[in-house]
Every structure is written in C-alpha cells, then in structure tokens.
C-alpha cells in the first residue's frame, strides 16, 4: 500500500480506529476479518472489507466472502459487482414476501430492549430475519438481492464503509435511523431497496404496537 499510495491513511479496529480528520486525503477503511466470532468458531461467514475515501467521500470498495470465496466489488458511479458481473437489489415491495438482515445488539446492553421492542411488529408483517454475524456480508446481500434489506443499532465504520458503497451502487439506499445518508461512521444503519427501506425505517422509528 505504501508503494502505491504514500499519502493514504488507514482506519481499522486492529490499526487505528481512532483516526481523525477522515474527509482529507486518501484514507483506507480496512476490517480484515469481519465475523471474527464466526471464523474462531467454525461458522462460514467472514469477510475482508477495504473501502477507500477520497477527502470524506466513498470512492471504492471491496467485500470477500472467504467460505464462498465471492468477490464483491464497487466504484463510486461505476455500479457494483460480484465476481465481475453486475448486482442489484432486490425489487420486493411486498413485505410480507422479504426476507430482513440484522445484526444484534451484543456488546451495547443497553440497547438490547429498545432493539427487542421492535421485533414483533417487524416479524409478524415479513417473510423471515437471518442474522449472520458480519456486516460487511450483510451489506453485500442487501446489495445483491439476497437480503431485502438489513439494519444495525450500532456499527463502526470499518465495518460498513465498503457495504454502503455496494448498496448505493447497487440502486439501493443507506441511512442512518434519523433518515440522513449514512457516513463512514460509529452509527446504526438501515439499508435497502427503495420500498424496504422506506418500510423499515418506519417500522424502527415509529413503531404501531
């Protein structure tokens, strides 16, 4: 990286996650294994996630899923791909038919309850809720179809930077639970295609039950 790209700075849990002054220069966004509860136990679904930032804005980003050895890929208004070929979200607009990503609230306990509250109303109205474990995989199956759409209380940026270009590049939208067009940030996250999205977003601020 340092041949190529003198000037760049890295942001990643292991490295420097406390970098500031993200929106100048070059800066990488790097989780090199993303679901390590999943890999230290067995389960397949890891990742690498690398994101690149030109002065704050999402400009490239690439998501590997090791066990299925899928590359996911996306330049900024250059679409995105898997493996080479293009992806989009899905196009559900019926909830009942769609199938939800989440993550759950596992190192925040205080945000266990607020998260609880919403689940019955959420799954009485759709298909079905996975929850496996890496964001950045997540991100990549609301961006390819396979998940209708996904939401996280709480997520960091190393974690998401490379998903939210997939989903944006995709035909997708990503925000955080205020509405607003999702940073590379410490945040929660709602993702999906246009419809899920805007469904789920409301069912997350303004529940009816």
């Excluded at 330049?75 to 493996?83: E, F, K, L, M, P």
């Excluded at 939208?173 to 805007?198: L, P, Y």
């Amino acid at each position: 990286m340092r041949a190529r790209l003198p000037d760049a700075r890295l942001l990643g849990e292991e490295s420097a996650p406390h970098l500031a002054d993200v929106d100048r220069g070059i800066v990488l966004v790097a989780d090199p294994l993303d679901g390590t509860t999943n890999f230290l136990h067995g389960f397949p679904a890891y990742a690498v996630s690398i994101a690149a930032l030109v002065d704050g804005e999402l400009r490239a980003g690439v998501i590997l899923d090791v066990p299925r050895d899928e590359l996911f890929t996306a330049t900024a208004g250059g679409g995105a791909q898997r493996n080479g070929k293009p992806i989009s979200v899905s196009s559900i607009d019926t909830p009942s038919r769609a199938l939800l990503g989440t993550g759950f609230p596992f190192k925040r306990h205080g945000d266990i309850e607020p998260y609880v509250a919403r689940l019955p109303e959420i799954m009485r109205a759709i298909a079905g809720i996975r929850r496996p474990g890496a964001a950045a995989l997540d991100l990549a199956s609301v961006a390819c179809g396979r998940f209708d759409a996904f939401w996280e209380l709480t997520l960091a940026p190393w974690d998401v930077a490379a998903g939210i270009l997939l989903v944006r590049e995709a035909g997708g939208i990503v925000t955080d639970f205020d509405g607003m067009q999702s940073r590379v940030a410490h945040a929660g996250i709602v993702a999906g295609n246009a419809f899920m999205h805007r469904w789920l977003l409301e069912h997350l601020t303004n529940p009816t039950s």
